[in-house]
């Protein structure tokens, strides 16, 4: 299902993953690679290809979700400013939302759009993890320093980084490793809950 309106999203009665980042990321990509399926999200080397709000139910048990990228200027004002808009209306109000998986480039310093992003899910007390994206695109001794570098970085700000993933649409690289860490969230408590609501 895809929409721009969280009241017209599926019923929040499964536990939902979302991925979330700047425009070009990889959030649709990753989606295809974590699904094996390579026609399910609509990828694009222009940025800016993911509009909506798309839902993916997974094994009739959970969701995935694609969303819009930030940061990408030719879009709505509303892609650019990240916390505002139905993104953010999304995010506040999703109850099934058991992780936000904000996606990364792993060739790229910190940037203040993530590390913005990063802070309102904070305040919001909403969960996160990371997840840096294309790694095949570097060596790799340039990767483990890239990560350490933004993961120091991280905490400078915060007294605890939040659990990350590498991950490569071309090389499938992590992609058991979320979908292990996405399998214990589904067998955690606050997931049962979700499931037992009635809807
Ligand atoms: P928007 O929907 O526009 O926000 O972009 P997105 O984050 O969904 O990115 P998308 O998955 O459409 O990928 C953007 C471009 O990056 C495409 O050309 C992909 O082929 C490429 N790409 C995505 N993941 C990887 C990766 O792991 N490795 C490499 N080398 N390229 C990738
Ligand atoms: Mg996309």
Redesign the pocket.
Known sequence: MSNTEVNKCPKANMPEYAFI??????????INTITNNKKL?K????????QLINHFVINDDWYLV?L??YG?AKTSRQTRNIWAGFIKEYLMKRPNLVCIFV?IDVRHETQKIDLDFMYNLTVNQLPFSIVF?????LGKGRLESNIKNYINKILEIWDYAPEYFV????TKQGRTELLDYIEDLNNSEVAQSIKSQLY
Not at 21 to 30: D, Q, T
Not at 133 to 137: I, N
Not at 167 to 170: G, Y
Request: no cysteine.
């Open positions: 980042g700047r425009s070009n990321v990889g959030k649709s990509s990753l999200a990828t694009s080397n222009k940025p800016g290809k993911t694609d819009p990228g990408y996606l994206t294309k790694a095949d695109k991950t490569s649409s071309t």
